[in-house]
């Protein structure tokens, strides 16, 4: 009689690890989408050379008040020296974004740092993979290229900083 009750229990202890193990594996979210976008200078950038370092990702348009509003703090963002990349994108010529001549001349008016990371989704195919649907989108994704957060609308820096803690 002991032994169906310890089998019993054991059967129980697996799959209480199985099913934790399934949640956590849920919880990491889908792997982000690769691609090849160029920045400003040319140099194409692909989301998997970045494997192995916490990405985020905050897709933008020029002519967006919150994203112009927010700029400067992600300035702010991107020369604290965190432990992670941030990429911006835009997508020229699509969602009534400047063509990629335009956009690039507007960039070169107003003030930033050169360490401001922007690539050039032209057509909207990033955008579209990602599943985003206004400006700005906030994406976190962790070392194994995983999403772990999705935003839409400003986030704040500390609210960034927060996340990006919290993840491997």
Request: aromatic share 10%; proline share 4%.
């Amino acid at each position: 009689m002991k032994l169906p009750l310890q089998l019993l229990m054991l059967a129980a202890v697996l799959l209480a690890f199985t099913s934790c193990s399934e949640a956590l594996s849920e919880n990491r979210g889908p792997t982000a989408p690769d691609f090849a976008l160029p920045d400003l200078n040319g140099t194409v950038h692909h989301l998997d050379d970045y494997r192995g370092e916490k990405v985020y990702l905050l897709f933008w348009a020029s002519w967006c008040s919150i994203c112009l509003s927010g700029l400067n703090e992600m300035e702010e963002l991107i020369e604290s020296d965190e432990d992670f990349i941030v990429l911006t994108i835009v997508s020229p010529g699509t969602y009534a974004e400047r063509n990629p001549k335009e956009f690039k001349a507007w960039f070169s008016t107003i003030d930033h740092d050169g360490d401001f990371i922007v690539l050039l989704d032209e057509g909207g195919k990033t955008f579209n993979q990602y599943q985003l649907e206004a400006y700005p989108s906030s994406i976190w994704i962790d070392t194994d290229g995983k999403i772990i957060e999705q935003h839409t609308g400003h986030v704040t820096n500390y609210d960034i900083l927060e996340l990006m803690n919290s993840i491997h």
